[in-house]
C-alpha cells in the first residue's frame, strides 16, 4: 500500500541551527502538507502546498519557516533558526484532490530542539 | 474559529465491551469531518470522511456518524488491537484545505 515516507524519524539539534525535515509524498498526490504535534497536544496544521506554491499557512508558519518541492518526489520543510519551542513531532501528508478527499499522513519526524 | 471537542479524553473497556466516542464541533460551514486512528509515536491513520448530517459510514469494528452539530465513533466488540488515540477533525467551508483537530480519546481494550 502506498505511504508517505518520512526522514530522518528523529533529528535532535541545538537552539539556533537550521534543520530540513524531508517527506516523500504518495506518488500521485497533488497536494501536500506539514502539520505538528506538541507533546501532549493537538495536531496543528502548518502549511499546504499545490502547484509549487504555498496555498494556505497557519499563523505558526511565519519567516523562520518555509517549504520546497526541490523534485518530483520530494518535499521539504527547513526551520531556519530552530527554538525550543519548535520541539515537536512533524507530520508530513498528501492528498491525491484537494480536502475533503482522504488525506494520508507519514509517521513523522521528531524534532528535539536543545 | 473552528473548535472541536472530543470527549471521553480516556476511556478504558473490556475486550466486546462497546461504546462510543464523541466528537462535538463548531464550524462556519463544515465541508467534511474526519476520523483518524493514532498508535503511539504514529503519524495519524485515515479512518473515514463524512460530509452531510445524516451520514454513516463503516469499517470492520468501526462506525462513524454525523449529525449537525456531533459525530460518533461506534466501536462494536473492540478488541485489544483497538486500542489507540481516535483523532476528529474538521474541514470548514471557506477553511482552504487546512484540517482543525481535537484533542483525541484515547481507548484501551483489555482483555
Known amino acids: 500500500e502506498p505511504e508517505v515516507t518520512q526522514t530522518p524519524s528523529h533529528q535532535v539539534t541545538q537552539m539556533g541551527q537550521e534543520v530540513i525535515l524531508r517527506c516523500v509524498p504518495i506518488s500521485n498526490h497533488l497536494y501536500f502538507y506539514w502539520y505538528r504535534q506538541i507533546l501532549g497536544q493537538k495536531v496543528e496544521f502548518l502549511v499546504s502546498?499545490?502547484?509549487?506554491?504555498?496555498?494556505?499557512k497557519s499563523e505558526i508558519f511565519d519567516d523562520q519557516f518555509s517549504v520546497e518541492r526541490p523534485d518530483g518526489s520530494n518535499f521539504t520543510l527547513k526551520i531556519r533558526s530552530t527554538k525550543l519551542e519548535d520541539s515537536a513531532m512533524y507530520f508530513c501528508?498528501?492528498?491525491?484532490?484537494?480536502?475533503?478527499?482522504?488525506?494520508?499522513f507519514g509517521a513523522g519526524t521528531r524534532l528535539s530542539v536543545l | 474559529e473552528d473548535q472541536v471537542t472530543q470527549s471521553p479524553e480516556a476511556l478504558r473497556l473490556q475486550e466486546g465491551e462497546s461504546s462510543s466516542l464523541n466528537c462535538s464541533y463548531t464550524?462556519?460551514?463544515?465541508?467534511?469531518l474526519f476520523w483518524y486512528r493514532q498508535d503511539p509515536g504514529k503519524g495519524p491513520e485515515f479512518l473515514f470522511t463524512l460530509y452531510s448530517a445524516g451520514e454513516e459510514k463503516e469499517k470492520e469494528r468501526l462506525k462513524a456518524t454525523l449529525t449537525k452539530k456531533e459525530s460518533f465513533l461506534h466501536i462494536t466488540a473492540p478488541k485489544p488491537e483497538d486500542s489507540a488515540t481516535y483523532l476528529c477533525?474538521?474541514?470548514?467551508?471557506?477553511?482552504?484545505?487546512?484540517?482543525?483537530f481535537g484533542t483525541g480519546t484515547q481507548l484501551k481494550v483489555e482483555l
Open positions: 502546498f499545490y502547484n509549487n506554491e504555498i496555498s494556505e
Open positions: 464550524v462556519s460551514g463544515l465541508r467534511g
Open positions: 477533525a474538521v474541514q470548514a467551508a471557506g477553511g482552504g484545505n487546512k484540517l482543525t
Open positions: 501528508a498528501s492528498s491525491e484532490a484537494p480536502l475533503p478527499g482522504g488525506l494520508y
